[in-house]
């Protein structure tokens, strides 16, 4: 290569994208932070923030007028937990109606704050992950990892396997093209109410209720029990959540391509806390806890006899939430094989 060569080759823009050091550091998702500038909330250096701007240490970022200070924030932290979410619930931090939301009973991060990864509707009950890291986030959320979303699914009207077939195959909504990639009936049900577990591969709103309400039947309960390698288990009552540990956070942060970060080192007092509050969330709620339900009422007494049916069965021991991925989704996904069984929800799912 010549001088004159080595002159024409591009200067590679100096520092790194804004809305990716606040993820990294916990502000937000990479979607939030875009948001926020869109909004004008976020400055640099006093002057407000543009997409795609790039930021190093000696700029000062502030969002909403609070300076962010880089310096105690150098290190990304990278804490998750699961919450079982009721329905009455809303994925938002505030609430013009003052509805309940999801952070609300989440323990709160000494660094950092909680990101959830993903929404569930108010009236969808299940899986909702929340983390202090804010490229893990956008990562499990991008479409281009492809984290694969399973819901258990009770639908009244009548289903026949030219229905599952279009599902599978493909249908046209009012915002795209879209499809399950896989349906598998469950037991449970009776008349034209039954149990199916659907997968997708996109969080669009409200995607699994409009698949099946495109065919003409009502989904009238949803449940979300697997968000890529992480399931729900039965152990984990409505309302509670509980901390990932260092194992399953490394294996979820594999799937998407990120090295493993150590889980932030707690002095006694501070882990004496967080242990009070996990066993606190390992409880089911009390009468005073529950927040209102949106069943109808004619589906109050069977719930209740089945809680109670549940009530007197033993409890297993909780073993890890997060799982190998299915071989069949490694193959597509071009990662690499397991011998480890994929395993499915397990029928009706449990509240």
Partial sequence: MSDNDQELQPVPPAGEKLQKVLARIGVGSRRDV?????????????????????VDLHDAIAVDGKLIKREEAAEATRRVIMYNKPDGEICTRDDPESRPTVFDRLPKPREGRWINIGRLDINTTGLLLFTTDG????????????????????????????MIERLKAGVTLEDGPAKFTDIQKAPGGEGFNHWYHCVVMEGRNREVRRLWESQGVVVSRLKRVR??????????????????????????????????VALPVLNLKAKEKLERLQR???????????????RPVQDAAPERDARKG????????????????????????GKPQTDKPAGRGRGKPRD
């Fill in 280 to 294: 606190k969330s390992s409880r089911p709620l009390g009468r005073n806890e529950r927040v209102r339900s949106l």
């Fill in 227 to 260: 968000f890529g390698p992480v399931f729900l288990n039965s152990d984990l009552p409505m309302g509670r959540w509980r901390e990932m540990s260092q194992g399953e956070i490394d294996i979820l942060a594999a799937e998407v391509g990120l090295q493993p």
């Fill in 34 to 54: 875009e948001a926020w500038i869109s909004e004008g909330r976020i400055k640099v250096n006093g002057v407000p923030a543009t997409l795609g701007q790039r």
């Fill in 135 to 162: 490229e893990l986030a956008n990562r499990l959320m991008h479409p281009s990892y492809e984290m694969d979303r399973e819901y258990a699914v009770r639908v009244r009207g009548e289903v026949d396997d030219e």
């Fill in 310 to 333: 549940r009530a007197e069965a033993p409890r297993k021991d909780r073993g890890s939430a997060v799982a190998e991925r299915p071989s069949e989704m490694r193959k597509r996904t």
